[in-house]
Nanobody
Framework: QVQLVESGGGSVQPGGSLRLSCAVS????????MGWFRQAPGKQRELVAT???????TYADSVKGRFTISRDNAKNTVYLQMNSLKPEDTAVYYC?????????WGQGTQVTVSS
C-alpha cells in the first residue's frame, strides 16, 4: 500500500520560512514524479511545484524564486523549502506522487502565514 505522509506545516509570520517534507512508502519512490499542491479556503487545488524522476523541476509563477522543491531518493522523501512566505501562501499543502496512470496523495498539512 502506497502512503504519503506530509509534515512540517505550521504558522509563520510574513517573510518567514518553512520546510515541508513528504515521506513515501510502499513503492519504488525513485521512479515517481513528485509534486506539491495547495488548496486555500474557497479555492481550487493548485499546483505549486514538481520534480521528475530525473530531477527536473517546475514551479508556479506565484512561488518562483521563493520555493524550492527537492527529492532524496535514499530517504524516499520530497521536500518543499518555502522562503519569503506571504499571507497568500496560506493553504493546505498536499504531496502528490505520479507514475504513468498511478497517482497518490498525502493527507495534507496546513500552512498559515499571518502577522
Amino acid at each position: 500500500q502506497v502512503q504519503l505522509v506530509e509534515s512540517g506545516g505550521g504558522s509563520v509570520q510574513p517573510g518567514g520560512s518553512l520546510r515541508l517534507s513528504c515521506a513515501v512508502s510502499g513503492t519504488i519512490f525513485s521512479g515517481y514524479a513528485m509534486g506539491w499542491f495547495r488548496q486555500a479556503p474557497g479555492k481550487q487545488r493548485e499546483l505549486v511545484a514538481t520534480v521528475t524522476s530525473s530531477d527536473t523541476t517546475t514551479y508556479a509563477d506565484s512561488v518562483k524564486g521563493r520555493f524550492t522543491i527537492s527529492r532524496d531518493n535514499a530517504k524516499n522523501t520530497v521536500y518543499l523549502q518555502m522562503n519569503s512566505l506571504k499571507p497568500e501562501d496560506t493553504a493546505v499543502y498536499y504531496c502528490n506522487a505520479k507514475y504513468a496512470v498511478l497517482e497518490y496523495w498525502g493527507q495534507g498539512t496546513q500552512v498559515t502565514v499571518s502577522s
